[in-house]
């Protein structure tokens, strides 16, 4: 069975930091390129940040450029998003997902979201 869980979420005041976690399992995990996602009221969800299977790359989206940090821990199928200087904006659910193409298929998990909150 696939889950993804993600834990980090809360409450946090403009400027200060979380870290998002998200434990993969019921797949294989390293040969997953993995994601996190956002979505705010009212919003399409959006990309937030990548990185590939091995770690050796990553995206982010241009709003969190220099403040958030994706990496990935493969030994413990887990996935992070650093989160720094946190903004009002970026208030949303955030979701972990997992994606890999094998062949002609697209196969993708995702995980449930964890809310952030940045609101003083």
């Known amino acids: 069975q696939v889950q993804l869980v993600e834990s980090g979420g809360g409450l946090v005041q403009p400027g200060g930091s979380l870290r998002l976690s998200c434990a993969a399992s019921?797949?294989?995990?390293?040969?997953?390129?993995m994601s996190w996602y956002r979505q705010a009221p009212g919003k399409e969800r959006e990309l937030v940040a990548a990185?590939?299977?091995?770690?050796?790359?990553?995206n982010y989206a241009d709003s969190v450029k220099g403040r958030f940090t994706i990496s990935r821990d493969n030994a413990k199928n887990t996935v992070y998003l650093q989160m720094n200087s946190l903004k009002p904006e970026d208030t949303a659910v955030y979701y972990c997902?997992?994606?890999?193409?094998?062949?002609?298929?697209?196969?993708?998990?995702w995980g449930h979201g964890p809310p952030v909150t940045v609101s003083s």
């Open positions: 990185i590939t299977s091995a770690g050796g790359r990553t």
């Open positions: 997902n997992a994606h890999r193409e094998l062949g002609f298929r697209g196969y993708d998990y």
């Open positions: 019921g797949f294989t995990f390293s040969s997953y390129a």
